[in-house]
């Protein structure tokens, strides 16, 4: 990888924490390759080989945690996650910011502990708050009406102070990573300034997967993610269901673990699809490169990483701009872009593929043209690498 030549900005020295790591590893890992990162703390061993000097376990907040995610029930150990942050904000207050950071980067929920210590040095440390999901005025409202309608009675895991400590850390940060436009959306809607901030979709590992060259005789829909209620798979049933009495022989495969909140709808759907739990990346690339579309009806989410998976297959996606799908992909040029919670115009989507052999063809093979390059983990580090030398070059210049 090319390092970014000094000429263009200010070297980024990042220290990367994180309580829940989610993405945290590559981003680490990518940075490092630019020469850029000079701290990684996390709650998981080292097992993407940090340089040991640069690596630090976050100990109390894994320890404690431990137990709940050996042994809790889902729902139990998912609110631990948040329940438990003060063991995180203890730990990370009583850290030393390396005297070469310039940089301070975290997830959603992790960020308030790091940007205080980057508020407090002497130097001028950029705030860079890195954005899963949608802002939490979204996410939660979103989440919970989907488990009010389809789960009466059901809360989600997710503390209603999170979500205030959430908002405050988009307001104290300098730069928002938003893995789409749906991300990028939300937190303008929520008044967070739109030049603060950065669309950048996650990256995947594309290389194992080869592109379809057919279309399949009997029509086949792919979906991969937890079985949830975020996710829209009560929508992608309802809409399967229809399609199954046209099309007798179509197949949905559906792989990912089933989430509580799924509970009750779970039982309604277990003859229609066919479901597995986990599956490796070279099972999924398999299956791709057999299939009619890619569906994710999703009512929220950051930025759905198989959608780039399925465009290095060249299967074409259908999908809601929740997914954040918008942000790789064009209406009618690599997939169909549906409205969420709308079963008539999944159907009429999974319709118009199965009917429509050429325009299935084209869509895939324009979605693989755009997406089986610059989607690695090391381009999504070498553009934040780049966005945040950029920046950091235009505070220097302020001040000057």
């Known amino acids: 990888m090319t390092k970014t030549p000094k000429a263009t900005g200010v070297e980024p020295k990042f220290v990367v924490s994180g309580a829940m790591n989610w993405h945290l590893h590559n981003t680490a890992k990518g940075l490092e390759k630019c020469e850029g990162l000079v701290g990684f703390w996390s709650t998981l061993g080292n097992k993407i080989g ?3 000097s640069r690596y630090r ?5 894994h320890l404690v945690k431990l137990p709940f995610y050996l042994w809790a029930p889902q729902d139990l150990e998912e609110i631990m996650r948040w329940r438990l942050t003060p063991l995180y904000d203890l730990w990370v207050r009583s ?3 390396p005297a070469d950071c310039n940089v301070v980067m975290g997830p959603m929920g992790s960020c308030k502990p790091l940007f205080d210590l980057a508020d407090q040095s002497s130097r001028t440390v950029l705030k860079v708050f890195d954005a899963p999901n949608s802002h939490p005025n979204w996410l939660l409202p979103k989440w919970q009406r989907e488990c009010d309608e389809f789960y009466p009675g059901y809360k989600i895991p997710f503390p209603d102070a999170m979500g205030k400590r959430i908002s405050k850390e988009i307001d104290q940060a300098d730069l928002v990573l938003c893995p789409s436009n ?3 959306d939300s937190m303008v809607e929520n008044g967070v300034p739109e030049e603060k901030c950065f669309i950048n979709h996650f990256g995947v590992n594309t290389s194992i997967f080869q592109p379809r060259e057919i279309v399949p005789e009997n029509p086949v829909f792919v979906i991969v993610g937890s079985l949830c209620l975020r996710k829209g798979y009560q929508y992608l049933f309802r809409a399967f269901k229809t399609i199954k009495e046209s099309h007798p022989k179509a197949r949905l495969i559906c792989i990912g673990t089933s989430r509580p909140e799924f509970r009750k709808e779970e039982p309604l759907w277990q003859d229609l699809g066919e479901f597995y739990e986990s599956l490796s990346q070279s099972e999924i690339a398999k299956i791709l490169k057999e299939a009619t579309a890619f569906v994710l009806p999703s009512v929220e989410e950051g930025f759905a ?3 780039s998976e399925a465009m290095a297959a060249a299967v074409p996606i259908i999908a809601t701009y929740e997914t954040g799908a918008t942000t790789v ?8 872009i549906v409205s969420s ?3 008539d115009e999944l159907v009429n989507a999974m ?3 199965i009917s429509d052999r050429e325009l299935n063809l084209t869509l895939g093979e324009s979605g693989y043209a755009a997406g089986a390059i610059d989607n690695t983990w090391d381009d999504y580090s070498k553009r934040i690498y780049d966005r945040v030398s950029t920046q950091l070059l235009k505070s220097v210049n302020s001040r000057e």
């Open 351 to 353: 319709e118009r593929l």
């Open 341 to 343: 919670r709308d079963v």
């Open 50 to 52: 940090i340089e040991k």
């Open 329 to 336: 992909i064009t209406d009618e040029k690599q997939g169909l």
């Open 305 to 307: 990483r198989v959608l």
């Open 182 to 184: 749906f991300v990028r």
């Open 57 to 61: 376990r976050i100990w109390p907040y």
């Open 95 to 97: 850290q030393p910011l």
